[in-house]
């Protein structure tokens, strides 16, 4: 177990820098790399951090640091990465639907490329033949992940090529050569059942064999973090040792050892975040009291796009009596960060902390209601680092011509 990010801490943060405000903490990140590295120590396993969770440069930069690997999902990712000076040996491109000038450019800047359709893979083939090695991301057929808004690897996804398809995938690698080196599959996020990747491993080493030149098997990411207090995640040590088990197995029946590579994003950040908030406003009505905070939907869109449930501290008021509060943002919609909370008394001013978001909380937040993106902050060696400040009303007109 590693510890939260101390109250104090999180209240001088709040002090400096304002709310709302997402703080992030480098020694959760570096503990939960090195529990991956520990996990799968029994097999060749490489990580790809899936920088699409939180795209920070310094953070791209602390992970590199630890010497993780990354998983860009758009060119843009691709960039930043490089900006982060990332070597562009550790970055894999692991996008779908994109236009092919975009895969290109992937190649010019010298990343691995995953291609996700028939048509990317032959114009690949056309335009690379066998110089320019490529991995292809496959549709297991597999149902798995929290929601179906993040499960990817069903017979409905559109994400992948459909195994079925197997056939017309080795007709185009024999037809252009192509150097096809890994496999891929990302079934989907918040995979609790390690039995769910041991299906995947399974389903790849049963048609490995057609492909004699892949040498990496990439399972992706979605490796499950726990959000409700005491809820359990993915086991990553059973998975380490099932996945050790069959790739022995395989290694010793066909004397092919293959390297085996995870994307995960999550897994890595989730936990290392949170979005701290004032409360401005308590309301109550027949039913309910409401704490009205200075965030919301805009700035963690999670709560209301999958249901999900963060966990939230009141950091200020933590040894009052409990009452039960609704915590809603102030976007004009019905933005609950948190329904029917059990807490300690809330007063108007406290800081509330809301846990577990580090992953996709600030990359997924917008400027709706012309509200400003927040700042964020990285505690590292003991100090508070501003790695992004607030958003002005300067950055929201930028890009608009005036008038
Ligand atoms: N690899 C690929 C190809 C992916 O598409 C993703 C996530 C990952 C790796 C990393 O998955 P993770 O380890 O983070 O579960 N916004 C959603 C999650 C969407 C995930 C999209 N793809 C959420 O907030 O739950």
Redesign the pocket.
């Known amino acids: 177990m590693f510890p939260h990010l101390a109250p104090p801490i999180l209240i001088e943060a709040a002090h400096q820098f304002g709310t709302p405000l997402y703080v992030y903490h480098a020694d959760r990140i570096r503990f939960q790399y090195q529990s991956l590295k520990q996990a799968f120590s029994n097999w060749d396993v490489r990580f790809?951090y899936?920088v699409?969770?939180l795209t920070n440069l310094q953070i791209l930069r602390y992970v590199d640091s630890l010497g993780c690997a990354v998983?860009c999902?758009s060119i843009n990712e691709i960039k930043l990465a490089l900006k982060a000076k990332i070597a562009c040996e550790k970055i894999l491109y692991?996008s779908?639907g994109i236009n092919f000038t975009e895969i290109e450019e992937a190649v010019t800047l010298g990343v691995y490329v995953?291609v996700d359709s028939l048509s990317a893979l032959e114009k690949f083939g056309k335009r690379f033949g066998d110089s320019y090695p490529v991995g292809i991301?496959l549709r297991p057929n597999i149902m798995a992940?929290?929601?179906l808004?993040?499960s990817?690897g069903h017979a409905a996804s559109k994400?992948g090529i459909p195994v079925e398809q197997l056939d017309q995938v080795l007709a185009l690698i024999s037809s252009y050569k192509i150097n096809v080196q890994t496999l891929?599959i990302?079934t989907?996020?918040?995979?609790k059942d390690a039995e769910v990747f041991v299906q995947g491993i399974h389903l790849l080493l049963g048609i490995v064999a057609n492909f004699p030149d892949v040498c990496v098997i990439n399972l992706?990411?979605?490796?499950?973090v726990p959000y409700y207090p005491n809820e359990k995640g993915t086991d990553i040590h059973e998975l380490g040792h099932a996945l050790a088990t069959l790739f022995t197995d395989y290694q010793q029946k066909t004397g092919r050892q293959l390297q085996v590579w995870?994307?995960?994003?999550?897994?890595?950040v989730?936990e290392a975040g949170y979005l701290l908030t004032t409360v401005n406003v308590l309301k109550e009505n027949e039913m309910l009291t409401f704490a009205g905070v200075d965030t919301g939907l805009n700035q963690l869109?999670?709560p209301m796009?999958?249901d999900?449930y963060h966990h939230i501290e009141n950091l200020t008021n933590p040894l009052a009596p409990v009452h039960t509060y609704t915590i809603v943002g102030n976007i004009c919609e019905t933005d609950t960060l948190g329904a029917n909370r059990s807490m300690p008394t809330i007063r108007e001013g406290d800081l509330l902390s809301i846990q577990n978001a580090g992953?996709?909380?600030f990359?997924?937040a917008s400027s709706y209601n012309a509200r400003l993106r927040p700042a964020e902050v990285l505690y590292k060696d003991g100090t508070l680092q501003l790695i992004r400040r607030r958003e002005t009303l300067e950055d929201l007109v930028q890009t608009q011509e005036s008038l």
């Open positions: 790809f899936a699409k969770a998983d999902s692991t779908n995953n991301r992940g929290g929601n808004k993040i990817t994400f891929h990302h989907g996020s918040e995979i992706g990411g979605g490796f499950k995870f994307e995960p994003g999550k897994y890595l989730c869109i999670r796009f999958y999900a992953a996709y909380g990359e997924m």
